[in-house]
């Protein structure tokens, strides 16, 4: 009889012993899986977000070396320069003592005595001396010798932020960056999931995991089940979360989103870790007491022509062999080194990128002698500005719209109407920070204009709306939609302040704006545009 029982145990402890091999296989296959479906994914985004009609840009081949500083540097720099910048100012106070200089020539010094500080900032005397590169950042240790899990990254509008965390998956996906240290990353649009989280109604906390099907189908993640939503809390990974400065007006309305962030970066997950970025003006309350905090500054001048030298060879090879790349890359190296202006925006990865391609438009222009081209040698800020809007305006996701003529020459005038939509919903979303940009917000510059153009009280017969929706310009927007359904935002928040910019100038003050204030407009963009390099 012992013997008996002894045989059933000996059984039973074998079946269970199967048992856990096959779940444990079932798991390795489930986590490999998971594994091959972000991958897929990241090695699918191999392009940098298109920028108007541009030339593709594969991620692997343009220019990106962004230096990272961390947060103890960049204090010591910023106290550095302010001392500097006072001295400056004071020798500046005698000299105009002894002799008024000209309006146009301090506006000249002021432009050089940014460029200055761009390079004393980038340089730290020392060639980038104290920044670190992006595969260390998981090496620091904190002074205490605590583990740092939660890294905050900052920098303003077209540092290149978004591309960061991009060219950052897209290298774990190629196995060339913390495959040993992570078995999932994700990387994640805050902008772009608002919309899943309903503000209404409570969802019970056992359904969390439920959403993260829809997050992963935003983020372009095909196929994902529970069965993966369960890797991601069970096995190491890491959360890329992009843009929390662009959604912190929606988590003060937003309980169910506020509550999603707030988990997602709990202490309580040991397997997790997280990088987010911002812009400086927004810190996240949910990163743990630890978290390391990093600037991203923008190009130093060799790195500026090289990523010049890059592109145009990246357009000989995808668009036109026997294209003189090399004569069109010195070409608009040149006009950076003599337009002052031009040169301090070309710091900013984002306005370089739109330099070159405006050279490349200048040419194509050229060729077909049409008389219209951009030219960057003498152009003002202000003409700028507005040659951004107009490429912009001519291009959505899916090529140029059809209402919008190739010809610059009368876009605001035949448009006139959408422009200040579009202009005037930029200034107030900026003005409330909010780039995700709400439905009573839309609705509130439809009645503001409603008067000037005679909008029907119906909207939804209203011929201009649909104008509205026909330039494809928002996003998240409903393209049929009768009225405004749901929340929108520009592309790049870089377009949210040039339509802006518009509205100060075009719509605010119109028909008599001043000079005065067109260069008081220009003023203030240039220094919010400058705002992570300042220092």
């Known amino acids: 009889m012992d013997e008996r029982r002894h045989c059933e145990e000996e059984l039973k402890f074998e079946e269970k012993g199967e048992e856990k091999r096959n779940l444990a296989n079932a798991i390795g296959v489930t986590e490999e899986e998971t594994k091959q ?39 010591e720099r910023k106290k550095d320069l302010i001392k500097n910048k006072t001295r400056n100012i004071k020798k500046e106070q005698e000299k105009r003592e002894q002799d008024e200089a000209q309006k146009e020539e301090e506006e000249e010094e002021e432009s050089e005595k940014w460029s200055n500080v761009l390079d004393d900032v980038l ?9 670190i590169e992006v595969q260390d950042l998981w090496n620091m240790k904190k002074t205490d010798n605590l583990e740092v899990r939660h890294i905050s990254i900052h920098g303003e509008a077209g540092m290149g932020k978004s591309t960061l965390t991009q060219r950052i998956v897209y290298l774990w996906a190629n196995d060339q960056l913390w495959n040993n240290r992570f078995e999932w990353l994700l990387r994640i649009s805050l902008k772009s999931i608002v ?7 409570g969802r019970k906390k056992k359904d969390r995991k439920s959403q993260w099907s ?19 809390y069970s096995k190491n990974g890491l959360l890329l979360l992009d843009g929390f400065d662009e959604i912190v007006n929606e988590l003060n309305k937003n309980p169910e989103l506020q509550t999603w962030l707030q988990e997602c970066m709990d202490s309580k997950h040991k397997n997790r870790w997280v990088i987010m970025t911002s812009r400086r003006n927004s810190e996240c309350p949910y990163l743990d007491c630890n978290a390391e905090k990093f600037h991203v500054v923008g190009f130093q001048t060799q790195d500026i022509q090289k990523y010049v030298r890059a592109y145009f060879q990246n357009v000989a090879t995808v668009v036109d062999h026997h294209y003189d ?25 984002y306005y370089l990128r739109f330099f070159c391609y405006l050279t490349r438009q200048k040419k194509g222009a050229m060729e077909k002698k049409n008389g219209e081209t951009n030219d960057l040698d003498n152009i003002s800020i202000s003409k700028l500005f507005e040659v951004l809007v107009q490429c912009y305006m001519q291009w959505d996701q899916h090529g140029a719209t059809s209402i919008i003529p190739r010809s610059s020459k009368n876009t605001f005038l035949k ?11 930029a200034w107030e979303g900026l003005k409330a920070d909010q780039a995700v940009i709400s439905c009573d917000m839309q609705q509130r510059v439809i009645d503001k204009l409603s008067n000037k153009y005679h909008f029907p009280q119906n909207i939804v017969t209203s011929s201009q709306w649909s104008h509205i929706r026909a330039f494809l310009v928002l996003q998240g927007q409903v393209s049929r939609a009768a009225h405004p359904s749901g929340s929108v935002y520009f592309p790049h928040l870089l377009f949210q302040e040039w339509f802006a910019a518009y509205y ?3 719509c605010l003050y119109e028909p008599e704006a001043s000079e005065g204030i067109v260069r008081h407009v220009q003023s203030w963009f240039m220094r919010n545009s400058l705002q992570s390099i300042r220092w």
């Open 415 to 425: 448009f006139k109407m959408e422009m200040d939509y579009l202009s005037n919903l």
């Open 123 to 131: 340089m730290h005397n020392n060639n980038g001396q104290g920044a």
């Open 37 to 75: 479906k972000l991958k897929e994914c990241y090695k699918s985004q191999d392009e940098l977000a298109p920028l108007v009609d541009d030339v593709r840009q594969p991620i692997c081949t343009c220019y990106i070396r962004l230096l990272l500083l961390p947060q103890q540097i960049f204090e």
């Open 195 to 201: 919309d899943i989280f309903d503000n209404k109604t």
């Open 325 to 349: 790349h090399q004569s069109e890359a010195e070409l608009l190296i040149q006009t950076l080194h003599t337009n002052q202006s031009l040169s301090i925006l070309s710091h900013i990865p």
């Open 214 to 232: 829809k997050i992963m189908k935003e983020m372009g993640v095909l196929k994902w089940d529970k069965n993966d939503t369960n890797v991601l």
């Open 504 to 506: 100060l100038v075009h």
